[in-house]
């Protein structure tokens, strides 16, 4: 599975034209799911990112997580993600996980999020989305679990 993840002051997401929510503090986490993960890689990867230390401790040092600073979490789906770009000029989507697992995969990432004490903002899955947001530093980060090879 794939989280980018972005430390916003602000974020709102809008999904088939319906408002869904927004966060002040906090991460932005656009996910995907790839053909061959497993739904324990959802919760392996919610775990880790509520841990991750992406916010400035009082020495401005990236020392604090959501988890420490109680910030809030927006989560969309993005399966391109998993593009291959490595060759052409338009991005292959095969390494993505189909629909079915992709959507599983989503949800049990919710559901891990929840059950860490977090209440995710959320799209929805396979909507055509709007998401407005205040990067923070900036600071984006790519998390992978498993850990991809070089």
Same mark, same amino acid.
């Given at each position: 599975? /794939?989280?980018?993840?972005? #430390?916003?002051?602000?974020?709102?997401?809008?999904?088939?034209?319906?408002? #869904?929510?927004?966060?002040?503090?906090? +991460?932005?986490?656009?996910?995907?799911? !790839?053909?061959?993960?497993?739904?324990?890689?959802?919760?392996? +990867?919610? !775990?880790?990112?509520?841990?991750? #230390?992406?916010?400035?401790?009082?020495?401005?040092?990236?020392?604090?997580?959501?988890?420490?600073?109680?910030?809030?979490?927006?989560?969309?789906?993005?399966?391109?993600?998993?593009?291959?770009?490595?060759?052409?000029?338009?991005?292959?989507?095969?390494?993505?996980?189909?629909?079915?697992?992709? !959507?599983?995969?989503? !949800?049990?990432?919710?559901?891990?999020? #929840?059950? +860490?004490?977090?209440?995710?903002?959320?799209?929805?899955?396979?909507?055509?989305?709007? /998401?407005?947001?205040?990067?923070?530093?900036?600071?984006?980060?790519?998390?992978?679990?498993?850990?991809?090879?070089?």
């Amino acid at each position: 599975m /794939i989280a980018l993840i972005q #430390r916003v002051s602000e974020a709102s997401i809008t999904a088939d034209g319906e408002f #869904r929510g927004s966060i002040g503090q906090g +991460l932005m986490v656009l996910v995907c799911g !790839e053909k061959n993960d497993k739904l324990e890689y959802a919760d392996a +990867l919610a !775990e880790k990112l509520v841990g991750y #230390r992406v916010f400035g401790d009082a020495d401005g040092k990236m020392n604090l997580s959501l988890k420490t600073v109680g910030g809030g979490i927006l989560v969309a789906s993005q399966f391109t993600l998993a593009a291959d770009t490595n060759s052409g000029t338009r991005p292959s989507f095969s390494p993505a996980a189909d629909p079915a697992l992709g !959507e599983a995969l989503y !949800e049990r990432f919710l559901e891990k999020l #929840r059950a +860490l004490g977090f209440n995710p903002v959320t799209g929805v899955f396979g909507a055509h989305m709007q /998401i407005s947001l205040v990067n923070d530093g900036p600071v984006t980060f790519r998390l992978c679990y498993p850990k991809k090879k070089d």
